[in-house]
């Protein structure tokens, strides 16, 4: 049987730009990821999905397909932790393969640990009670009247202390939000955002004193 190629969507590598603070940059187009048959099947399962037409990500990315592996939970619940971050962190305009993000670390999370993996899994499970059978097609209410029930135990709070940093911190989402590395140049600290032209001066008894040398 002959190998088959699956492209997967990720984000680059930060690396040295050149930049004379040297800061690191992250590329806003992620790359094609050569996946063979063999290494797709090795996993528990694969989440699959598809850039919307009106995210800004389907110009850059090489495939509007995007798949993720997943070796430490099954897709199911792949696709319920997906769908429980877009509750935590809505964001209507932000595509799923940013959300996929923070699967991807939840399921490493998941392979490395047992007890993780078990918190995640019991997680979903009561979900899907709740349900009677897929969570993931249980209505907008009640999604997030299940989630919000959840706030403060350890499944919320595992997903929701991954997703805050998986989700705001890769090219895809400073591309969207337009605010970090997004343009290669070390973020708002070069973009002059303390140029405050348009307001007044305070006045100097206002400003404390300055410190002198030494």
């Known amino acids: 049987m002959r190998d088959t190629i699956i492209p997967i969507v990720a984000p680059r590598r930060a690396h040295d730009d050149g930049h004379p603070h040297g800061h690191a940059r992250l590329d806003a187009a992620p790359p094609r990821i050569a996946l063979t048959r063999r290494e797709f099947l090795r996993g528990t399962g694969v989440l699959v999905g598809t850039i919307a037409a009106s995210s800004i990500f389907a110009s850059l990315a090489p495939s509007r397909v995007w798949a993720l592996e997943m070796q430490g939970l099954s897709t199911h619940q792949g696709e319920v932790l997906l769908q429980v971050t877009r509750e935590i962190y809505p964001h209507a305009t932000l595509d799923d393969a940013v959300y996929a993000l923070v699967v991807k670390d939840l399921d490493a999370k998941a392979k490395a640990d047992p007890a993780v993996r078990q918190q ?36 919320f709070n595992t997903v929701r202390s991954t997703a805050v940093v998986s989700l705001y911190s890769n090219a895809l989402a400073y591309q969207h939000f337009g605010y970090g590395a997004a343009q290669g140049d070390g973020g708002y600290l070069y973009q002059g955002f303390n140029n405050l032209s348009w307001l007044p001066d305070p006045p100097a008894a206002d400003s404390g004193p300055i410190p002198k040398d030494g």
Do not use: E, M, N, Y
């Not at 899994?121 to 989630?147: E, F, N």
């Open 120 to 155: 995640l899994a019991d997680g979903v499970a009561k979900l899907d009670a709740q349900a009677g059978s897929d969570w993931t097609r249980r209505g907008p209410a009640d999604k997030a009247h299940d989630i919000a029930a959840l706030a403060g135990t350890p499944f």
